[in-house]
């Protein structure tokens, strides 16, 4: 379950490195490395980075808005109502289907989800999202490449690597695949499914950590998805709790999974208001003094 750029980037941290002439496989605290310096640019530096994201709107079914702004003026593009006059692009999601207008011309959705450009340096994108516990609807975000809170940005902030935070546990699947509805940070709900619960031993404590899935069928989970806190959240870590992702196991259900918790993550709504992010409430009973610190905090 991938739920942010976080996932891809570790995904692709993790992977064999071929250097010319000679085989190299990354150790895991080259590989976080890595996936840090990736994720600073999926934050910042990517053209549809994170942080410049300057509107958002989420369509449930029967819903509308308009996109308003004045051409030649890149921070004045926001989402308005559907009712409002001036809109340069219409957004509409009826019947399970977006329909999209750019002025008097269709827009097909295979382009909104790739780019709708709408002034200089300000341009469209939106893909299906879940809206409710198990609604699908849509979230269409408006970029800005001259975003103040990109430009400002200075990185992420991660406790040092420590080995004895990257663990093997013992994964007991759930059979049935029960949803779990999670309240989210926009005060909405998302349905997950639990996959089953990972069991470790970490500073003599025994943990039992469950993981979830966007779906549930077992023959599509190729990766999981943790939401926790601990000891530190609020006090060092983000208040909402941090999410930890497994992935590269064979087929589901895997009998045991690599956990490293080094890699645990801010969830997006940590840095940016136009994401919907689950709040955890999954506690490992320690300080993890591993993983991403709170970016609100000093350190």
Not at 167 to 180: G, I, M, Q
Request: aromatic share 10%; hydrophobic share 40%; proline share 6%.
């Amino acid at each position: 379950m991938k739920q942010n750029t976080r996932l891809a980037a570790i995904a692709l941290a993790v992977a064999v490195m071929i250097p010319i002439g000679a085989h190299a496989v990354q150790s895991p605290e080259e590989a976080w490395q890595k996936a840090i310096a990736d994720q600073n640019k999926s934050y910042a530096e990517k053209p549809h980075a994170m942080l410049k994201i300057q509107d958002s709107v989420y369509l449930a079914e029967g819903q509308s808005a308009q996109l308003l702004g004045e051409i030649g003026k890149p921070a004045s593009w926001h989402w308005g109502s559907a009712t409002e006059a001036g809109g340069v692009l219409t957004v509409s999601f009826k019947d399970g289907k977006l329909s999209v207008r750019h002025g008097s011309m269709p827009v097909d959705q295979k382009q909104i989800a790739d780019s709708v450009a709408i002034d200089k340096d300000v341009d469209v994108v939106g893909h299906p999202t879940q809206v409710a516990a198990g609604v699908t609807g849509w979230r269409i975000f408006v970029y800005n490449q001259n975003s103040e809170a990109a430009k400002a940005f200075t990185g992420v902030s991660y406790f040092p690597y420590n080995p004895m935070f990257r663990v093997t546990a013992h994964f007991t699947p759930d059979a049935s695949l029960p949803p779990r509805v999670f309240r989210t940070s926009r005060g909405t709900d998302k349905q997950f499914y639990h996959a089953g619960d990972a069991v470790f031993t970490l500073a003599d404590k025994t943990i039992t950590l469950p993981f979830y899935t966007d779906g549930n069928d077992p023959k599509e989970i190729k990766d999981m998805s943790a939401f926790f806190t601990d000891a530190l959240t609020g006090a060092g870590a983000y208040g909402a709790g941090r999410y930890v992702d497994v992935e590269g196991f064979a087929k589901f259900p895997p009998s045991t999974v690599v956990i490293d918790l080094n890699q645990a993550y801010n969830p997006n709504c940590a840095r940016s208001a136009h994401f919907t992010c689950p709040l955890a409430v999954d506690a490992i009973d320690l300080a993890v003094t591993a993983g991403e610190r709170d970016p609100h905090v000093a350190h």
